[in-house]
């Protein structure tokens, strides 16, 4: 019924793929009837914190919006006997940094009875102006925050933990009958923001309005999946909205702010009249997409102002859009016992390789700032950068791989599955495309931070987010994630029969 992790050690690509333990559900997959909790804290600090998501220290003058954590509680049972499970808590932070979710699961043991801690993730919307959670004695130049007037980020994780805490518990303690449905819409919210030039180069955010400029280094998915879900009354009580958009409109700010879905969260409440509703905001495969205009500018100015509307207000219009384009739809497909089942896997990525050229331009920065003298902590924070690049060159094949924590799991013809990393696009339509599931939810930046993941063309082209610096993992173990989640995902999914199968034994029959 319910699973402990595995392991499952996938090796560098020269050496053979091995399995040391693979899991996979006992007993059948079957329908049984499906238990709904939810639950929505506030995790808006009270005091100055310092804002995690840019190179340079920022204090939080005022919060603009409140920031919070939303909590989905999901169970099948078999009249007392529960079959499997999950808790899922979205955050609005840039990341969940390493530690944080053990920590949660150590603070809830005991507290929620019934429950497996280990089917219980988190996940973060990657919003830029929100409070670190870094422990900054692992990172000591990262930011420089005063000791005096400021909420300390092991202060803020102290208290963040406390209301993660509560949503759990809520989530879980409330869950009754109900059911689910999901539905596909679109909204224009990302877009590729990586500029090629005619050398080959490429340039996060990169000038479009220049002779040079070639084109955008990758594709865009403007497709907006849904769950909804419901209670014994088919009344709606959360609803999950998965799009390939991290929540970054606003991410240089000096304020508290959950960006896009604060607008997004508040235009749904009133458009469906369910002020209490539970939103999660699922960022699919994204590393390489951003809401920011990459061309086109004026006109979408324009627009907005025609309107009236803020650039995160336009953005909350086509989700909200998106959303009340399917919600009848969703409301006459409600299923109370959709066949549902959680896995959970260690999965072991094999490192970014750092390719001879970057350990080189490594070397030349580090000579660079040495030659420089004293050097603030934000500089200091960049030659340490460029001297972990030269210690990993350095290492090469030796260097340990990257373990990450994946979920993979099935609720009725829909699949959901998992990634620590700011995933390039190309992966998640990879996996989208060779699910068998209807529709697949991918959730990024979940139980971890692995940092960004690129694809070959982003390394070639180099830039932030394609450089050693900023990836644990590369092309490489990017397959190897793409290849094992879909084949949890197909453990789930019944083997289609062959075609010509039912013909063949029929004939061999006397």
Known sequence: MLHSICNLVLRRPSLPLALTGLLFATGTLRAAELHIGHATVDITPDRPVALAGQFNTRISQKAETPIVAAALAIESREGDKPVDQALIITCDLVAIRDGLQDRLRMNLAGKLPGLDLKKLFLNATHTHTAPVTLELEKAPNRYEIPKEGVMQPDEYTAFLLTRLVAAAEQAWKNRAPGGVSWTLGHAVVGQNRRAVYADGRAQMYGNTNDARF?????????????????????????????????????????????????????????????????????????????????????????????????????????????????????????????????????????????????????????????????????????????????????????????????????????????????????????????????????????????????????????????????????????????????????????????????????????
């Open 214 to 510: 070639r084109g955008l280094e990758g594709g865009e998915d403007h497709g907006v999946e849904m769950l909804f879900f419901w209670n014994a009354k088919q009344e709606l009580q959360a609803l999950a909205v998965n799009l390939a958009c991290p929540a970054q409109e606003v991410e240089s700010r000096k304020a508290i702010n959950a960006d896009f879905w604060h607008e997004a969260r508040e235009q749904l409440r009133k458009e469906l009249q369910v002020p209490n509703l539970t939103i999660l905001g699922w960022i699919s495969a994204a590393g390489d997409q951003s809401p920011h205009l990459m061309f086109r500018k004026q006109a979408e100015e324009r627009m907005r102002k025609l309107r009236g509307l803020t650039s995160k207000e336009e953005i909350a219009r086509r989700l909200t859009a998106a959303v009340m384009d399917t919600v009848e739809i969703a409301r006459k497909e409600i299923t109370t016992t959709p066949p549902f089942q959680h896995q959970v896997e260690a999965l072991s990525l094999p490192p970014r390789r750092i390719l001879p050229r970057e350990k080189e331009q490594a070397q030349m920065q580090i000579m660079q700032y040495e030659n420089m003298g004293n050097l603030n902590p934000y500089l200091l924070n960049m030659l340490e950068r460029e001297r972990e690049v030269v210690r990993r060159a350095e290492v090469g094949d030796k260097a340990p791989n990257y373990e990450m924590e994946l979920h993979t799991l099935r609720l009725g013809d829909v699949a959901i599955a998992t990634n620590p990393f700011e995933l390039y696009l190309n992966y998640g339509i990879q996996m989208k495309s060779r699910s068998p599931a209807l529709q697949t939810f991918l959730i990024q930046l979940a139980c971890g931070s692995g940092q960004y993941l690129p694809t070959p063309e982003a390394i070639e082209g180099g830039s932030y987010s394609g450089l050693p610096h900023t990836n644990k993992v590369g092309p490489e173990g990017g397959q190897i994630l793409v290849d094992r989640t879909v084949q949890s995902i197909r453990d789930m999914w019944p083997a289609p029969v062959p075609v010509g199968a039912a013909e063949t034994d029929s004939a061999k029959k006397p």
